[in-house]
């Protein structure tokens, strides 16, 4: 039974670069989320998928921010041009819910570090 | 908006010893879930406790319980036997009940546990 996974774990960007993340949720987990996680801080929600459906955007992600879930699996997150004030962890996180039902605990991925020189 | 305030940044507790982390939270709402979580150094966030706030019954799970008091809108984690092995970054976070899944979480109690 393995759990969230995250690639890569530590990323190094220069300014004005993209980047992508992937996150791998638990299996048949059938929602997802990403967070942000700067330093000395709790995360920040920005993005919530129900299967592949993104049901929820933070006004945190910003129009160089793009997050999708193609076929309800695994999601990428994309940061296009790149900037210092981006650099923190991104963590994302995986439940199993039901219906209209909420409330599902998260279960979280190792994260990965972004650095943006 | 929820918010969710964490008032003490660090705390210290000897091996074998009981802690007690603080955490309020601000919501007109009426259903919500309320999770603590656990973050070692450079280690993925685990989940420690959860509680429904519809349940007058405080969780607990082996050595950690809450005291989930709803009117005062506060939901403190005790720690009981303290490990080394406790020793991390506790959050405390929110959740409302309705349509919207996100976690809001405070800023976090860093808990050093001593021998």
């Known amino acids: 039974d393995t759990g969230v996974s995250q690639n890569p774990r530590h990323k190094i960007t220069k300014r004005g670069q993209n980047v992508t993340f992937r996150c791998d949720p638990i299996s048949e987990h059938n929602r997802l989320y990403w967070y942000r996680q700067t330093l000395g801080q709790g995360p920040e929600f920005l993005t919530y998928?129900?299967?592949?459906?993104?049901?929820?955007k933070s006004r945190l992600l910003s129009d160089r921010f793009s997050a999708e879930r193609p076929k309800g699996s695994f999601s990428t997150l994309e940061i296009q041009r790149t900037e210092q004030g981006d650099s923190a962890m991104y963590l994302c996180?995986?439940?199993?819910?039901?219906?209209?039902?909420?409330?599902?605990?998260?279960?979280f991925g190792p994260g990965t570090r972004l650095t943006v020189l | 908006a929820q918010t969710v305030t964490q008032s003490q940044p660090e705390m210290s507790v000897q091996e074998a010893e009981t802690v007690t982390l603080s955490c309020t939270y601000d919501?007109?709402?009426?259903?919500?879930?309320l999770f603590w979580y656990k973050q070692p150094p450079s280690r993925q966030m685990i989940l420690v406790i959860r509680?429904?706030?519809?349940?007058?019954q405080n969780a607990t799970e082996n050595r950690f319980s809450v005291n989930f008091q709803k009117a005062a809108k506060s939901f403190s984690l005790k720690i009981s036997d303290s490990q080394l092995g406790d020793t991390a970054m506790y959050f405390c976070a929110f959740m409302f009940g309705g349509t919207a899944s996100k976690l809001t979480f405070g800023t976090g109690t860093r808990l050093q546990v001593t021998l």
């Open positions: 919501t007109s709402e009426n259903n919500y879930y």
């Open positions: 998928f129900q299967n592949e459906a993104q049901l929820e």
């Open positions: 509680q429904e706030a519809y349940k007058q």
């Open positions: 996180a995986s439940s199993l819910g039901s219906g209209g039902s909420y409330g599902d605990t998260q279960y």
